[in-house]
């Protein structure tokens, strides 16, 4: 009798002491495509963001004190597999949120999160009218949209040739991924359209969009003043070989951030040559967060992928999104408890509060890297700030200028957006009491 309690106290003992592990443990789950067309611009991206929740463990011993924990699963880039990963682990205890690096993953999870009271963060992608956030409660499109950098890209073109009053009698043609995210810019661009007079011709590609030459030939035969290439993966680099078979001058294509990395053109080099393509972030090794994840994981033989890679567009991208993922989790844990595991609604809270000013960024080791990030309960994106970088035939060259979208332009069509969204979805807007709770 001694014995069995003894053993049933040591049992108790070990159930607690577990539970209790757990419950000191942040779970980030992360939905990833290391396979399939799209692995060459989503591994450096997955490396990015695991390498990142690394450092913290080993520099900072996580989060005041709480350990973060994570799980890769693999989507391949698919939708269904998305919604697959997504079902598996948002039960998982202790998790944060969900970046599901796609616009179509996040589509067919905006619906589902409200219920599940977990976050979508989709840093540079996902729906553009989810910058409301009276209308779209968990969705965070930080940092911009793609009706932000269809903005920011006309607003750079009308600066080359003179004001955007030059634009009028001109010709753009988008070539587009045709899936939701090559198709969410057209409103935005359709509207600048309209206000400046050029002609907007809409290219579609099948994806992967490793077949563009009757896509090419159509470019050929319109000659349009400007190329914008809304691609990922494959397409990207496609899209260049086919303008310098056809002739088409580089230098008057325009890429969105996803087709500014270095898969999308280092396969074609010179042959690149003059291309533009958004820049939300900075690449290299020499900011202080990629030193660190030098030091304390790759120096230790842990890192996610080649060393070599560290530092790159899309690295360093993977990077920001989890150090913005963490941030969240700090500002919940000052709001409701130094130390605590923060559940799904409370990182919700902290992705609506987020205040990262150049102060806070410089010591977070981002210095250079991005610019300064303020969200609210309004305000789900927090910032639109882009430049313009361009390949000079080996490296990527970053212009000096930043970018704003046009929030006159924006705005009133985001409103809009939502709305009809809400109408859509029978949804409503969020009360005003709701951002105070």
Not at 153 to 179: A, C, F, M
Not at 256 to 277: N, S, T
Not at 402 to 411: F, P, R, S, T, V
Request: charged content about 25%.
């Amino acid at each position: 009798m001694k014995i069995r309690n003894i053993a049933a106290a040591a049992l108790i003992a070990a159930v607690g002491s577990t539970a209790f592990a757990q419950a000191k443990e942040q779970f980030f789950p992360l939905l990833s495509y290391r396979t399939g067309a799209y692995a060459p611009n989503g591994t450096p991206w997955a490396n990015g963001k695991q390498d990142y929740l690394k450092m913290i463990n080993a520099r900072d011993g996580g989060i005041n004190g709480v350990k973060l924990t994570y799980e890769e699963c693999e989507t391949g880039y698919a939708t269904d597999r998305g919604v697959e990963c997504y079902e598996r682990l948002k039960s998982h205890p202790g998790v944060a949120l969900f970046d599901p690096q796609s616009t179509g993953i996040t589509f067919a999870l905006t619906e589902k999160a409200p219920k599940d009271k977990v976050a979508l963060m989709t840093l540079g992608y996902g729906l553009s009218v989810s910058q409301d956030g009276m209308a779209f409660k968990w969705n965070f499109p930080l940092m911009g949209s793609y009706w932000t950098g269809a903005d920011i890209l006309i607003q750079d073109i009308g600066k080359r040739l003179g004001g955007l009053d030059k634009l009028k009698g001109k010709k753009i043609t988008l070539v587009y991924h045709d899936s939701p995210f090559g198709k969410e810019p057209i409103p935005l661009l359709q509207e600048r359209a309209k206000m400046h007079g050029f002609e907007l011709q809409l290219l579609p590609v099948t994806a992967p969009g490793v077949e563009q030459k009757a896509t090419w030939l159509q470019v050929r035969q319109s000659r349009p003043d400007f190329v914008l290439l809304w691609g990922w993966g494959v397409m990207n680099s496609t899209a260049l070989k086919e303008a310098q078979a056809t002739g088409y001058p580089r230098d008057k294509m325009y890429g969105v951030w996803w087709a500014g990395a270095e898969p999308d053109v280092k396969d074609v080099g010179e042959g690149a040559k003059g291309y533009h393509a958004l820049a939300l972030n900075t690449s290299g090794q020499s900011p202080k967060v990629i030193q660190d994840i030098l030091k304390y994981v790759y120096a230790k033989g842990q890192g996610a992928g080649p060393k070599e890679d560290v530092g790159s567009v899309l690295y360093t991208r993977g990077v920001i999104i989890q150090m913005l993922s963490q941030e969240a989790v700090r500002q919940a844990q000052e709001r409701f408890g130094k130390g605590k595991v923060m559940t799904g609604e409370q990182v919700r809270w902290g992705l609506e509060n987020l205040n990262l000013d150049q102060k806070k960024l410089d010591a977070l080791g981002f210095a250079g890297v991005m610019r300064p990030i303020s969200t609210s309960c309004q305000d789900h994106m927090g910032s639109t700030w882009a430049r313009i970088e361009t390949w000079d035939g080996a490296k990527w060259q970053l212009g000096a200028d930043w970018y704003q979208a046009d929030e006159q332009i924006l705005k009133p069509m985001v409103k809009a957006g939502a709305d009809k969204y809400l109408a859509d979805k029978k949804g409503e807007r969020r009360a005003p009491a709701d951002c105070q709770s």
